[in-house]
Nanobody, 121 residues
Framework: QVQLVESGGGLVQAGGSLRLSCAAS????????MGWFRQAPGSEREFVAV????????YYADSVKGRFTISRDNAKNTVYLQMNSLKPEDTAVYYC??????????????WGQGTQVTVSS
């Protein structure tokens, strides 16, 4: 079992930055790929970024490529999402998830409760 708790969300102006953290419990954290997803009001949850168990491989949605960076610290059981040059369309609840490396939600076994990110114009 892995329990995930996100933090770091908040209100930021367009062009600003935020860093989300996702703290995991359980000794098996480093066995899982970690992903970030987001859900905007009235929209389906969508893929944002994924990082392999070792941190050696990452992949991003086109909408965030070049602006967001996913990283992980297996010693701290934590995955991060550094978000720069934020846009109003980045406003969403952001979720971290643990599972197999994929852009598809069904490949993730464990999910956090989400953290709200609001970007004002």
């Amino acid at each position: 079992q892995v329990q995930l708790v996100e933090s770091g969300g908040g209100l930021v102006q367009a062009g600003g930055s935020l860093r989300l953290s996702c703290a995991a419990s359980g000794r098996t954290f480093k066995s899982y790929a970690m992903g970030w997803f987001r859900q905007a009001p009235g929209s389906e949850r969508e893929f944002v970024a994924v990082i392999s168990w070792s941190g050696g491989s990452t992949y991003y949605a086109d909408s965030v490529k070049g602006r967001f960076t996913i990283s992980r610290d297996n010693a701290k059981n934590t995955v991060y999402l550094q978000m720069n040059s934020l846009k109003p369309e980045d406003t969403a609840v952001y979720y971290c998830a643990a599972g197999s490396p994929s852009t598809a939600q069904y490949n993730y076994d464990y999910w956090g409760q989400g953290t709200q990110v609001t970007v004002s114009s």
